[in-house]
């Protein structure tokens, strides 16, 4: 049980510390931001559209400005997938921190609650053998306190594997903004 205390401990930490990240600094972006830089890229500004990316506080407008500050407009299709994919990955990695933790609680915190049960049922079976069958409370306690430690690690992997998998779809649909907004700017830049 102390190791699950332990994990819960763990867990908790991590989706309120991810949870608070996300509400306070990763609100998806606007899509007057969307409408605006695309406009200034079409009007061939690219310091406004770095403006309005410098506005936007969060990963989209961050990644976008990094890429209107390294691209080149004379680039080819291959050098812009690699830069966004290199700047997709330096701003991701600050969305994805410890989820990666989330994912391994979620994983063993029903494992160790196995492992519980099933020690506890040795020890129960154990008592069993050693005072017979007699009295049922003697086998009862036991499975009972066996019980508990599975309901512990599906206590504690319920809530992060469901975090775990609401921030992940978060993720991926930033990812997708981020690819929207830049193939857009491309094309613009392109043509």
Known sequence: MWILFALSILSLGIILERLLFFFRYEKGASKLFKSQVTV?????????AIELCKNE????GSSVKKFLLRCKSDGDFHHY?????EIGMEEIGKLEKRLHVLAIIGAIAPMIGLLGTVT???DAFTNLSKFGAGDPTIVADGISKALVTTAAG???AIPAIVVY???NKKI?????EIDKIVTNIINIVRS
Request: with cysteine; charged share 30%; hydrophobic share 45%.
């Open 154 to 156: 599906l206590f504690i």
């Open 81 to 85: 997938e690699q830069l966004i994919k």
């Open 40 to 48: 200034a890229m079409a009007a061939n500004d690219k310091k406004k």
């Open 57 to 60: 506080k969060n990963c989209i």
């Open 165 to 167: 998998n609401l921030l």
């Open 172 to 176: 991926e649909s930033t990812e997708e």
């Open 120 to 122: 506890g049922m040795i």
